[in-house]
């Protein structure tokens, strides 16, 4: 496998683990306003409203939980890079509502899948 196939199959599992997580959000009753949003360099990967609240979800898929659970990997940059995105938003949509930062979890295992969603996973700080 070469690299470029490598990252295709990456995106691949990505986009099947977005779609995962918005059929998970959508079936827990979140409101989907947008999926794959982008900002600058930013991108939301799926933006809902529950509760009157703006809720901001960073997806992270995996094949493998071997090196650590998939939420594991959302770096305080990463989670910097979504607040800035986040705020661009409700700005641009002119929302006033409170934002809550969750993430969705999905691991791919033998065809099947399994979603954790972590709500509140992050605070922005100040």
């Given at each position: 496998?070469?690299?470029?196939?490598?990252?295709?199959?990456?995106?691949?599992?990505?986009?099947?683990?977005?779609?995962?997580?918005?059929?998970?959000?959508?079936?827990?009753?979140?409101?989907?306003?947008d999926i794959n949003w982008h900002y600058r360099k930013f991108e939301i990967d799926i933006i809902a409203e529950?509760?009157?609240?703006?809720?901001?979800?960073?997806?992270?898929?995996?094949?493998?939980?071997?090196?650590?659970?998939?939420?594991?990997?959302?770096?305080?940059?990463?989670?910097?890079?979504l607040i800035a995105a986040a705020n661009a938003y409700a700005e641009k949509k002119q929302l006033d509502k409170?934002?809550?930062?969750?993430?969705?979890?999905?691991?791919?295992?033998?065809?099947?899948?399994?979603?954790?969603?972590?709500?509140?996973?992050?605070?922005?700080?100040?």
């Open positions: 496998m070469n690299l470029h196939s490598k990252n295709n199959a990456s995106q691949i599992t990505g986009q099947k683990g977005e779609e995962q997580a918005a059929f998970f959000l959508t079936a827990a009753n979140y409101k989907i306003l529950y509760d009157n609240k703006l809720i901001i979800v960073e997806v992270k898929t995996r094949s493998t939980n071997l090196f650590g659970n998939p939420e594991s990997f959302v770096s305080l940059k990463k989670q910097q890079f409170e934002i809550r930062f969750d993430i969705v979890s999905v691991l791919f295992h033998n065809n099947q899948f399994t979603i954790e969603h972590i709500p509140d996973a992050f605070y922005p700080r100040l």
